[in-house]
């Protein structure tokens, strides 16, 4: 194995590791309430999640912007303005996070109006919504913490924050709902309990691994280092907020139509992002060699690591089509035992086989150009792919109503990685132009 595949492994490795509780935890809190007997609690879940993905991967810049310039700085030997980063990212994600608190009246009214879920549903959503959003400040310092230590090119670090967390939300929602009979809400500060116990960890690991040195708050706090800092990572908001929008329209869709549609909708979902949190260890791996390669100028080795973890990415797709194939229906019955869901949901399953060939190049890249902070390039794909997931949306829904809805969600995923494909082909030819003078 050579040394790029090494170096790709040992990254995407530990990163998958921490990757898959996240989905994981999400099917265990469905299977949690799909097992106390009605498929409106998963649908509660479903829109309950839908809110804070939605306020959530909004400041999910906090995490993207810091790997990318934390590597950056690792590749040009710059330590300091590595603690530089780790302080201004944590100051950052808990302000942020201290005003989602102050806000969440009107954020939890705006939510639910938006995804417009009938009022049983509703009634749910929102009580689990009140509990949750007091975990925000340790989600998004959370966010900053991980970016920085994947940007140190230590994703061990993060799987063992993200285990934790998922553990501890794990064991208190379970012995919450099925001990105490607390139902939504013991899943609610399951997560609450778990995200703060997870962002104390991984503090203490940062500090007892790197020793980083008191936090120079005149540096920290220079106003033109705080707006470049929100400005190199305006675009990957912006690109969330489109991400953000079709994640929900996808709920909201669900949840116009019957109960039984949006719980399958919302399963089927666990699939994809079981998938997707495979794929985004490589996707990291990407994040932190691209973002060290282009400080060290070392092009060379940049286009090798593109053209290595296309290959891995690959492979694994191709696992998860089979998997998905041969074992769809079984999944579907580990996370509910409502027939009438599973049913439902089967009739979609084609959608989710074909999820890995349309999306994995639109993963594989996201990583390369967060890494490359070159985040123009990702927010002009995103806002092309949003226009034609919604183009495809209103073209296809009146006529095949929930397959229209799965039609366009996997164009839009193919065309995010075929648009982000061309631009680094030509960015690569400019830099091999540049190395040849």
Sequence with gaps: MNDINKKILTIALPAIASNITTPLLGMIDTAIVGHIGSALYIGAIAVGASMFSML????GFLRMGSSGLTAQSLGQGDRHGCDTLLYRSLLAGLTTGLLLIILRGPLRELSLDFLDADIATRTLAAGYFNIVVFGAPAVMCTYALSGWLLGMQNSKAIMWMALITNIVNICV???????FG??????????????????A????AA????????????????????????RINSDIFLRTLCLVAVTVWFTRSGARQQVDILAANA???QMFLLFSYFMDGFSYAGEALAGKYLGMSDYRSLHRTVKSLMVWSAVLAAVFALLYYGCGHWILEILTDDSRVIETATDFMPWIIAVPAAGVLAFVFDGIFIGLTHTRSMLLSMILATAVF???????????????????????????????????RNKNRKWQN???H
């Design 173 to 179: 929602s379970f012995t919450l709902v099925f001990r």
């Design 207 to 230: 500090k007892r691994t790197y020793r980083p040195g008191p936090p120079v708050w005149r540096e920290i706090l220079q106003l033109n280092q705080i707006l470049n800092f929100f």
């Design 56 to 59: 959530y991967w909004l400041f």
């Design 267 to 269: 399963l089927l979902m």
């Design 434 to 436: 540049a190395s040849h």
């Design 390 to 424: 919604f183009g495809m949306y209103h073209l296809c829904f009146p006529a095949l109503e929930n397959h229209g809805l799965w039609l366009a969600f996997i164009i839009y995923l193919a065309v995010r990685g075929v648009v982000l494909g061309i631009i680094y």
């Design 182 to 199: 607390m139902r939504i809400e013991g899943v609610a500060i399951g997560t609450v309990s778990a995200q703060w116990i997870g962002v």
């Design 201 to 204: 960890y991984g503090l203490l």
